[in-house]
């Protein structure tokens, strides 16, 4: 009896061992590289419609819709809003460094931060802008396992400096074709703040684009947001779109 | 003498409704300066209190450092140079209190959350701010946990929690980065007024800094509460001259004066960091004071005085031209009297002192009832108890207006009042003085 439990142990630790090992740092960087690759658009530009709803234990549902459009080569974006009426007009313009909210209102640009969330939802700002998983994390470890159906890696990661927003992320990427099913935020404090679900992709020139994304968030309960991509266009847009003068402009 | 005074006091008497009314109208104008006086004197005060609580004291001190990224982050990281400066104004210092702030946090209890500034205090050295505090529920024994946070009556409320129960407070740590820290509730406190129009929170500094990502030991502000307050200026430059001599300053860079007045406005408020566009060594200390904060405030407060002195002028001019048609009218009745009295004797100095007691002891009986009047609205005002969640907070002191009533202040009233009688008078009392006793015992109206 000994012998065999032995045996297994053995037999568990050396699964263990090339679990562990299934996958080298540096092939596991190369697939974070790959991630970022696949969720930019260095080359083109990206506009699609996205309607967002979010489900408040205290708020209740609220469900907006907004024009999204992406210049990720020059880290730049502006969002605006389509729904409902009462923010129609409002948008979050980033250019130069800077992430602007235009309430048209009071026709004024106020000055946000990429951190806040985006619009009341459990979406930040950064969730839109370019990926920067490669540049900003080291892989700490790397674990085979299944999501579902899906055979994927679970990746450990670590902030290269105390100036990223999660000190800790926990991601699970298919082993083929390297697509982000699932992600887990943690605080500085190793607590889980939030876990985003990726559970439907889209072919778009030879790209696969989550269309559904959802963020629980894991502290307040019951409280998550659900993101559905339409119309999804890699067009190159107009340079004027990236201009406080449109958002204005579009508002008349 | 003694007779022109009882003569003069008499004729008020002689027609009592228009005496009545004349001095209601003196009254009210009166009523209505010492009111508008009182409530803005008391504004000044209970936003001083007010201000003093939530920060913390009367002059304060902030750092900021630049993050090898060029990120700007509020912390003050050469505390000896601070330390040293502080030796020369020590006699003037009562008590001195290092606080640490989030920014932006979100405190949680089970599916409810709502925004909350959190000051990270040195319980031991906070005497001052437990005698602000209330207690509700709890106890401030409970604060030696070091994960105790004390919250305001409106804050527990929403959340519906109480003292013992834990909660969570998501924030951003001073480089940017999300924290989550695990806090029970110590105590609750009554929103007391002081500070009911911003909910605040109080942490232990020692844990909210690690959750700030300070390094032990480490604050963001240093708040001075002096011995005397109206010192705080001097105070301020003392020590803006000695920390020039070791470190840098935030007035001592051209790009920062032009921005100063908003940053002595919202630099305690906001926890935000921005990027430094010429980085620099060290510490930049800013020492601001209560005034620099207040002084939005005490514009709003000194317009307002302006504006019920305008009134007070304007009632007291038509009340005033009331006045000088009065004594007209009484010059006219009074004529064949005046010279019946100048015929057996009474000299014209003492006519025209008749006419001018008159008139004094009217506006002087108006200005009294005004005062008395006046008086029992501020108490009045002064009863009543506003909500907790008041939008007044800010001009509330323990959910109460406070009206001062300034002795100097009143005096200088009926001062400008009893002047301005004066002069309302001095034409018919002139007027009176001057005729003759043949015409006037020959009048016939």
Redesign the interface.
């Known amino acids: 009896m000994k012998k065999k439990i032995g045996l297994l142990t053995a037999a568990l630790l050396l699964t263990g061992v090339l679990s562990a090992g299934a996958l080298t740092t540096a092939k596991a960087e190369a697939i974070l590289g790959d991630l970022d690759a696949s969720r930019n658009f260095s080359n083109t530009d990206f506009s699609a419609v996205m309607t967002m709803v979010t489900e408040d234990?205290?708020k209740g549902i609220d469900k907006i819709k907004v024009q999204q459009f992406r210049r990720d080569g020059k880290d730049t974006f502006l969002m605006l809003f389509l729904e409902p009426e009462s923010k129609k007009g409002q948008g979050y313009l980033r250019i130069n460094?800077n992430l602007w909210f235009y309430d048209p209102e009071s026709r004024k640009f106020n000055h946000t931060?990429m951190?806040?969330s985006f619009g009341g939802t459990d979406a930040k700002h950064s969730d839109f802008r370019i990926s920067t998983l490669k540049e900003d994390y080291n892989v700490k470890t790397v674990a085979d396992g299944k999501l579902g159906r899906f055979s994927v890696y679970i990746m450990d990661l670590k902030?290269k400096?105390?100036?990223?927003?999660?000190?800790r992320l926990k991601l699970w990427i298919t082993r083929e074709g390297h697509l982000l099913l699932k992600a887990e935020?943690y605080?500085?404090?190793d607590?889980l703040?939030r876990t985003s679900l990726f559970p439907k992709y889209a072919k778009v020139k030879n790209r696969y684009i989550a269309t559904i994304m959802i963020f629980v968030d894991e502290?307040?309960?019951?409280?998550k947001t659900q993101i559905s991509i339409a119309n999804i266009s890699t067009k190159k847009l107009p340079d004027t779109i990236f201009t406080k003068s449109y958002v204005e402009r579009v508002n008349r | 003498m003694m007779n022109i005074i009882k003569i003069a006091f008499r004729n008020i008497t002689r027609q009592k409704k228009r005496s009545i009314l004349l001095g209601s109208a003196v009254a009210f104008g009166v009523l209505i300066i010492i009111l508008l006086n009182g409530f803005t004197a008391g504004l000044k005060e209970t936003m001083k209190e007010n201000f003093t609580s939530l920060m913390g004291g009367h002059v304060y001190v902030n750092g900021k450092v630049v993050?090898p990224?060029g990120?700007i982050v509020n912390m003050i990281g050469d505390r000896d140079i601070l330390d040293k400066a502080l030796s020369p104004i020590a006699d003037e210092i009562a008590e001195v209190h290092i606080r640490a702030q989030s920014g932006?946090s979100e405190i949680?209890f089970?599916?409810?959350?709502t925004s909350l500034l959190i000051y990270g205090v040195n319980w031991n050295d906070e005497k001052l701010l437990k005698k602000t505090l209330t207690v509700l529920d709890g106890s401030f024994k409970a604060l030696s946990d070091p994960k105790a946070i004390v919250l305001p009556k409106k804050i527990a409320d929403k959340l519906q929690v109480r003292a013992g129960d834990s909660v969570?407070v998501?924030l951003?740590?001073v480089?940017?980065?999300?924290?989550?820290?695990d806090f029970t509730v110590g105590a609750i406190t009554s929103d007391p007024g002081s500070f009911s129009f911003i909910s605040a929170g109080y942490a232990n500094i020692t844990y909210l800094g690690e959750?700030l990502?300070l390094k032990p030991g480490g604050y963001q502000y240093m708040n001075l509460y002096l011995k005397d307050i109206n010192r705080m200026d001097v105070v301020a430059k003392k020590l803006r001259d000695e920390l020039r001599k070791t470190a840098l300053l935030e007035e001592d860079t051209p790009e920062d004066t032009n921005n100063e007045t908003h940053q002595r406005s919202m630099g305690f408020m906001m926890g935000?960091s921005t990027?430094a566009v010429k980085p620099w060594k060290g510490t930049k200390f800013s020492v601001t004071t209560l005034n620099d904060v207040m002084a939005p405030v005490l514009q709003m407060i000194r317009i307002l005085n302006m504006v019920s002195l305008t009134l007070f002028i304007i009632l007291l001019t038509i009340t005033m031209v009331g006045l000088l048609n009065t004594f007209r009218m009484v010059l006219i009745e009074r004529t064949r009297e005046i010279g019946t009295i100048r015929a057996i004797g009474m000299q014209r100095k003492d006519v025209r002192n008749i006419f001018f007691f008159e008139a004094l002891f009217l506006s002087l009986a108006g200005a009294a009832a005004g005062l008395v009047l006046a008086l029992i609205g501020m108490a009045v005002g002064g009863a009543v108890t506003f909500s907790a969640n008041s939008n007044m907070g800010i001009f509330l002191l323990n959910r109460h207006i406070q009206f001062i009533a300034s002795v100097p202040g009143i005096l200088l009233i009926i001062v400008i009042l009893l002047l301005m009688t004066l002069v309302a008078v001095y034409l018919p009392a002139r007027r009176a003085a001057r005729l003759k006793v043949a015409d006037a015992l020959r009048t016939q109206y």
């Open positions: 234990p205290e460094d931060s951190k806040d902030a400096n105390s100036e990223v927003t999660y000190p935020d605080s500085a404090t607590r703040m502290l307040v309960k019951g409280r | 993050l990224s990120k932006r949680i089970g599916s409810k959350s969570l998501r951003d740590t480089t940017g980065q999300r924290n989550v820290g959750l990502g935000g990027t």
